[in-house]
């Protein structure tokens, strides 16, 4: 589309970039119903670049391209914009993989949407080696892992976790449900921000053979999001399995991952809704394991036979999982490389909400929770207060960490928090805790440090 195209006004808002205009301008009229592309106003185009074309352009989507460095404004805070220089966008401007995957398809997200931390994707496996002088940066500035030296372990063994039975009275106790979930890959396919709806359609074949094969506690029923029912939607809905298309200034929608919504994507749960799988949504696969309260090996364990059994449908359809011993598993944002892993946990601390709300000592936790690289989220994100006292806690860490590693530091930390929860709810003073800790300074961990 390197020319303005003539296309029907319908087809136009069906375009993301129409519904950020819409959003920030109001309707567009035209008449008759018709209006070309790109339109007066497309804020797709205000960083440069042209319409030229691209073969994975659809009619909800069309790629833009940059012949000429982006025209980056003060809004653009992404890892992206600040390693690509000019030098290095005029090395890799013109280098696209195997499958088409080209630079500007993986900074696409990052230039449309100026709000972005990470700012780029991958299409393809091959994209991490081909941009690798633009990528491993911003690797090492979103986890500080310097993939040109170190190597990432991978261990699915949970019988190596330490978790005693005191533990799980323990968490019985405060913990209200355990998740983990991860991203799997199939390699040979393009990752959904580079797929053509031929690879997207193997990859939901792929892996309904997988789905159809599980027994025993995994049994379950897989549902296409475009076939299902009010009420298979409903009960999907209630149970929180349910994903939706991504909005107009989301990463995947800007990357190009939201084309031809809803088709080949699709979720699988088991019988007893604790093990769930969401297809071709962000990656090809986010396995995820749950279950009321906190016994965390028994969710990591099926977790991993979960991410066994895909592993080995991938191997009996001749492919395998996209992995390498330098980055992990691979998937479409490099925010989740490595293990790709976040175990959470939804835990009752009132004691340490009462800090918070009364402003007693609001980054008590936050520090506590640093300590295990762990995270806290109370109802409005970091250093908030938490509805009913019911905190998100999960792991920070996803790459340079074995899976093991990373749930027996959640195990830990949580154990830790649980003690201090205590401890505050018994009556000992947060200073006598905080001098404990060595915690003397909230400097280190207030936003925007």
């Known amino acids: 589309m390197g020319a303005a195209a003539t296309i029907e006004l319908a087809e136009v808002k069906k375009l993301p970039q129409y519904q950020i205009y819409k959003k920030n301008n109001g309707e567009i009229t035209a008449e008759p119903e018709q209006l070309t592309v790109p339109f007066a106003g497309d804020p797709y185009l205000q960083y440069g670049g042209a319409y030229l074309g691209d073969p994975k352009d659809t009619p909800d989507f069309k790629y833009v391209t940059w012949t000429a460095y982006p025209k980056f404004s003060e809004k653009h805070g992404s890892l992206?914009?600040?390693?690509?220089?000019?030098?290095?966008?005029?090395?890799?401007?013109?280098?696209?993989?195997?499958?088409?995957?080209?630079?500007?398809?993986?900074?696409?997200?990052?230039?449309?949407?100026?709000?972005?931390?990470?700012?780029?994707?991958?299409?393809?496996?091959?994209?991490?080696?081909?941009?690798?002088?633009?990528?491993?940066?911003?690797?090492?500035g979103w986890h500080g892992y310097d993939a040109y030296t170190q190597k990432h372990p991978t261990?699915?063994?949970?019988?190596?976790?330490?978790?005693?039975?005191?533990?799980?009275?323990?968490?019985?106790?405060?913990?209200?449900?355990?998740?983990i979930r991860a991203a799997r890959n199939i390699s040979g396919f393009s990752l959904p921000p580079g797929a053509t709806a031929v690879e997207r359609a193997g990859v939901e074949k792929v892996l309904k053979e997988t789905f159809a094969k599980l027994d025993g506690e995994l049994k379950g029923t897989y549902y296409e999001l475009g076939?299902?029912?009010?009420?298979?939607?409903?009960?999907?809905?209630?149970?929180?399995?349910?994903?939706?298309?991504?909005?107009?200034?989301?990463?995947?929608?800007?990357?190009?991952?939201?084309?031809?919504?809803?088709?080949?994507?699709?979720?699988?749960?088991?019988?007893?809704?604790?093990?769930?799988?969401?297809?071709?949504?962000?990656?090809?696969?986010?396995?995820?394991?749950?279950?009321?309260?906190?016994?965390?090996?028994?969710?990591?364990?099926?977790?991993?036979?979960?991410?066994?059994?895909i592993k080995a449908s991938a191997e009996s359809n001749g492919a395998k999982l996209m992995w390498n011993e330098t980055l992990g598993f691979l998937g479409t944002c490099p925010s989740n490389l490595g293990t790709g892993l976040r175990a959470s946990v939804m835990i009752k601390l009132e004691a340490f909400n009462k800090l918070i709300e009364t402003k007693t000592d609001p980054y008590l936790l936050d520090y506590v929770c640093a300590g295990y690289e762990l995270q806290p989220r109370g109802s409005n994100g970091e250093f908030s207060a938490a509805i009913g006292s019911k905190f998100d806690v999960s792991n920070k860490q996803r790459i340079g960490f074995s899976e093991v590693d990373l749930v027996q530091k959640m195990i830990n930390g949580v154990d830790k928090v649980i003690d201090l929860e205590r401890r505050l709810t018994a009556g000992e003073s947060h200073l006598k805790i905080r001098e404990e800790l060595g915690f003397t300074s909230d400097v280190s961990i207030k936003p925007g440090h």
């Open 80 to 140: 992206m914009r600040k390693h690509l220089t000019e030098v290095l966008f005029e090395d890799l401007k013109d280098k696209k993989t195997g499958k088409g995957y080209t630079l500007s398809n993986t900074i696409h997200t990052g230039v449309v949407n100026t709000h972005l931390g990470v700012g780029m994707t991958a299409g393809d496996e091959e994209a991490y080696d081909l941009f690798k002088p633009l990528i491993y940066p911003i690797i090492k």
């Open 155 to 179: 261990d699915l063994d949970p019988s190596k976790l330490v978790f005693t039975e005191a533990q799980r009275e323990k968490f019985a106790q405060y913990v209200v449900s355990t998740r």
């Open 227 to 309: 076939s299902l029912t009010k009420e298979q939607t409903d009960f999907l809905h209630g149970r929180g399995f349910l994903f939706q298309l991504p909005g107009p200034s989301s990463l995947l929608t800007g990357a190009g991952a939201s084309r031809s919504w809803p088709d080949n994507r699709g979720i699988f749960h088991n019988d007893a809704h604790t093990a769930l799988a969401w297809v071709n949504e962000e990656d090809h696969c986010r396995i995820i394991s749950m279950e009321l309260e906190g016994n965390i090996p028994s969710v990591f364990t099926r977790f991993c036979k979960l991410s066994t059994a």
